[in-house]
């Protein structure tokens, strides 16, 4: 695609973008990601299902063989050698004593539920203990491929930097959270701070949530602040149920979409 908005840095060009499409089965024709790969010149990816029915587009899946392991009567779920080995490392690693529980024989998953006891209830406090630090903004999200990746610390900010090996690091605020700004935002017509979609029982259930971060750097093409609304979309995967996907969006100049995707 070419034939866009004037490059500022090289005059008599205009800007131009190479789309790429990749088969994605459980896509609804995302964009995975936007990269400026030189000055003006853009690479977009973009995920999609339909690419996935033409067989020199679809990705080969690799055949898993599961194992099922079923211990003998009365023989124990977990081996006594690892029991107490776990047993003597926890009072002495801070992050094994955080995520360790004791093993009681009481507690010992049946034979039935072994494989949702040892997969479901380790993953769900990894998910727990995730969220609370995402939600407190000491967990922060990170993405982007090109030049200037972006940060994403929940009720915090929203940045973009680039890393230099002599130069460091240079940094550009998007957006900050305020509390008061948002709910000035939410008022306005075209405001949508939730979305809603209908359930199998009909009822409206919120599938995204939009927060304004506003105050960013100066933006010295328009004289205003940067802003950025973001976008956290409810996303069911089943063969990546903990994935998240982030992207970072400009349709206007100086004012950005963030969107994130998860179950």
């Not at 990601?33 to 679809?58: A, F, G, I, K």
Request: proline share 5%; hydrophobic share 30%.
């Amino acid at each position: 695609m070419d034939g866009g908005t004037p490059c500022d840095l090289r005059p008599g060009v205009n800007r131009q973008t190479t789309v790429f499409y990749i088969c994605g089965p459980e896509s609804a024709n995302d964009i995975l990601s936007v990269s400026e790969t030189s000055s003006c010149e853009y690479e977009v990816v973009v995920l999609s299902p339909e690419m996935c029915t033409n067989p020199l587009y679809n990705v080969e899946r690799k055949h898993v063989h599961e194992i099922q392991c079923i211990a003998f009567t009365d023989s124990p779920t977990k081996p006594v050698a690892l029991k107490h080995q776990l047993e003597e490392q926890a009072p002495d690693n801070t992050h094994a004593r955080k995520n360790y529980i004791p093993f009681e024989q009481d507690d010992e998953p049946k034979k039935d539920d072994m494989r949702r006891v040892t997969v479901n209830k380790i993953s769900t406090l990894v998910d727990q203990s995730l969220l609370k630090d995402f939600l407190s903004g000491s967990y922060c999200l990170r993405g982007g491929t090109g030049w200037w990746r972006f940060e994403f610390c929940y009720g915090k900010h929203v940045v973009q930097y680039h890393d230099d090996a002599k130069l460091g690091r240079t940094t550009i605020t998007v957006g900050k959270w305020d509390a008061s700004k948002h709910k000035i935002w939410t008022q306005q017509k075209t405001s949508k701070p939730r979305i809603y979609v209908k359930n199998e029982e009909g009822d409206n259930k919120v599938s995204m949530v939009q927060h304004f971060y506003g105050d960013g750097d100066m933006c010295e093409e328009t004289k205003t602040l940067r802003q950025v609304v973001v976008r956290m979309k409810c996303k069911k995967s089943v063969n990546n149920p903990h994935s998240v996907s982030i992207y970072l969006l400009e349709p206007s100049k100086c004012s950005y979409i963030l969107g994130i995707e998860s179950a």
